[in-house]
């Protein structure tokens, strides 16, 4: 039972080190590996909390280790993300060498902007904790999700031979727009169904079950490029459903 008792908390630490690396990773350019690190990270962290029900040692301790885990892997990553790729362009030049002229000098700080995820991110988590609304379902976008639609960025970029799709995600201004957006619907009022399963019953999960079919099937038929698709029918779909339950 003892041993029983540490195994949810250590899954959640695997979750930690998986951010720490990813933030490494992230440092040394290696973007792919950074997006695997975080996709392993939000796997623990999703095991976490069912096996702390199954052994019947759910506690306070463990919800907060789960949300500073969650901070690094899911918050400090995809801020840092969007804050490297921003620099790497201005760096290398990747649109024009304008950025660093004088009459342009302000764009010398837009990379940290990147981290509007992390500050939004933060608020989201301190937010989750105290809202007793959350308990069964989101109100927001949750962390582990914009996480993959923030690393999902290069990943496509990489995987792709469109040029329209390469320079769309070598724009600055685009990577600041996304970050812009990923802070609001962290943060925003709209009700989303959880994908956590917490038993494994048709009956009661149906829609988490078909939709991560669903995602899955979308993944391996057009590859990186469906995590943005699937995260914007994450949230369509819950709206939907919410709308419909109103009506019932």
Known sequence: MQIKKHIPNT??????ACGLLAVIAIFRDQEAEAFWFVCLGIFFDFWDGF????????????LQLDSLADMVTCGVVPGLMIFKL????????????????????YMLFVPYLGFIVTLASAYRLAKF?????QTDS????PTPANALLIMSLPMIRFSYEEEWLGMLIKNPFFLLIMA??????????????SL?????????YKMQILFLIGSLFS??????????????????????SNKMMAKA
Not at 51 to 62: C, D, H, T
Not at 129 to 133: A, G, L, M, V
Not at 138 to 141: D, E, P, Q
Not at 196 to 204: G, P, S
């Open 11 to 16: 899954i959640t630490l695997l979750n930690l």
């Open 51 to 62: 096996f702390a029900r199954k052994f019947n040692v759910y506690g306070e301790l463990g």
């Open 180 to 193: 812009i957006l990923s802070a609001y619907l962290l943060n925003a009022e709209i009700p989303l169904f």
């Open 219 to 240: 993944f391996s038929l057009l590859g990186f490029v469906a995590i943005p698709l699937i995260i914007i029918s994450y949230v369509l779909v819950s709206v939907i």
């Open 86 to 105: 921003i620099e790497n362009i201005q760096t290398k030049y990747e649109l024009s060498p304008y950025f660093l002229t004088e009459e342009t000098w």
């Open 129 to 133: 904790n105290i809202d007793t609304r």
């Open 196 to 204: 956590k399963i917490k038993e494994f019953t048709w009956a009661k």
């Open 138 to 141: 989101f109100i927001g976008l």
